[in-house]
């Protein structure tokens, strides 16, 4: 299974790039990919086949191109990484909702009373260091003036 974690804005970019330069269906066909309006990505107001777009990112980013199948699993997570990397994305978007943990729930199945947040401690300003009177150079932790003794 594939991880785009390591696809960076400069892979998708570089997909992108080469996917103009061939044309879609070189570029498709290229790299197995079938065409699929399901997942895409938009770019400047063109849009892209996002598993081809995202197989070849992960190509630059790894040295391995992620094959169709492995987008069975990881089509969510890879058109996660290309938002996050700043990319516009339009396809199949699931909302996962956690469950109640049980240290948050009571058994009748109301959620426990939180505790008052305590107060945070100002932070501690730092103290102006001292200063030579006869030369103004900050004074070492002695006390005593490297300059003027």
């Keep these: 299974m594939a991880t785009f974690s390591s696809v960076t804005s400069q892979h998708l970019l570089a997909a992108i790039a080469e996917h103009d330069e061939r ?8 790299y197995g990919f079938e065409p699929s309006t399901d997942a895409q990505i938009l770019h400047f107001g063109r849009r892209y086949d996002a598993r081809a777009i995202l197989a070849v990112a992960h190509l630059r980013a ?5 094959t169709p199948d492995e987008f069975r699993s990881s089509l969510e997570q890879a058109l ?6 700043g990319f516009e994305v339009s396809g199949p978007t699931t909302v996962t909702r ?4 049980a240290r948050g729930t009571r058994a009748s199945g109301t959620a426990a009373p939180r505790k008052p947040a305590t107060p ?4 501690e ?3 102006p260091p ?3 009177p006869t030369c103004s150079m900050a004074l070492p ?4 003036c490297d300059w003027c003794g």
């Design 23 to 30: 044309g879609a269906e070189a570029f498709l066909a290229s």
């Design 120 to 123: 945070r401690k100002p932070a």
């Design 62 to 66: 790894t040295g391995r191109i992620a």
């Design 80 to 85: 996660t990484i290309a938002r996050r990397r």
């Design 98 to 101: 956690r469950a109640p943990s």
């Design 125 to 127: 300003t730092e103290k």
């Design 141 to 144: 932790a002695t006390g005593v």
């Design 130 to 132: 001292a200063i030579c």
